[in-house]
């Protein structure tokens, strides 16, 4: 697949992490997978019972409550939700994050090209680097300049103004690749090109 007519006329390209470079999902599940591990050696609790109702309780609702849920159902002591929560920011996940291979192409192009690459992470920076970390960049992490959106109100948009200011773009020079959920709900700018990561994958 070509890019040309999303970077021919652009110097830099801005992504955004979950659901973006990589499917999230992969991440969680992951971590739900090595709780459940812990928890079965901690309280002899059955690890695949956990991991199967974590996984389907993710599926259907999403993270939030996924914890209390969880303990609910199993009877978990309360004390361990710290260690879940530690997880997502330390845990040395089984198989490594695997980017979407469209966007794999995507990202090589744009160093072929010599245009700069940038990611937005958003929420716990402890935790986007612990993801980043265990990504497989096929060499491409040399390559990369991360910014936290929690240093800037937390906000996709202004994280965007600052890096154009600080790295002198153009708002004409700049793509951004978005998950769906932040496409549907950004406010970046009009004078910049946003993309959907759906519209390649």
Not at 108 to 134: D, M, S, T
Request: glycine share 2%.
């Amino acid at each position: 697949m070509s890019f040309e007519k999303y970077l021919s006329t652009k110097k830099a390209l801005i992504i955004t992490l979950d659901d973006a470079l990589y499917p999230k999902k992969d991440y969680l599940l992951q971590v739900y997978y090595l709780f459940a591990e812990f928890i079965e050696y901690s309280e002899q609790i059955n690890a695949k019972a956990v991991i199967d109702f974590m996984s389907e309780y993710y599926t259907e609702k999403g993270e939030e409550e996924l914890f209390n849920k969880t303990a609910a159902k199993f009877n978990i002591p309360g004390k361990y939700e710290h260690n879940f929560n530690l997880l997502f920011e330390t845990a040395r996940l089984p198989l490594k994050l695997l980017l979407f291979q469209k966007i794999l192409e995507l990202l090589q192009e744009v160093v072929i090209n010599r245009k700069q690459l940038f990611i937005l992470a958003e929420g716990n920076p402890a935790e986007a680097i612990n993801k980043i970390k265990q990504i497989e960049w096929n060499g491409l992490e040399k390559y990369l300049k991360l910014y936290f959106t929690v240093e800037y109100n937390n906000d996709v948009d202004e994280t965007i103004a600052h890096l154009l200011k600080e790295h002198g773009f153009g708002k004409e020079e700049t793509i951004v690749f978005l998950s769906p959920d932040q496409y549907a709900n950004s406010t970046v700018d009009s004078m910049i090109k946003k993309v959907s990561v759906t519209e390649i994958l």
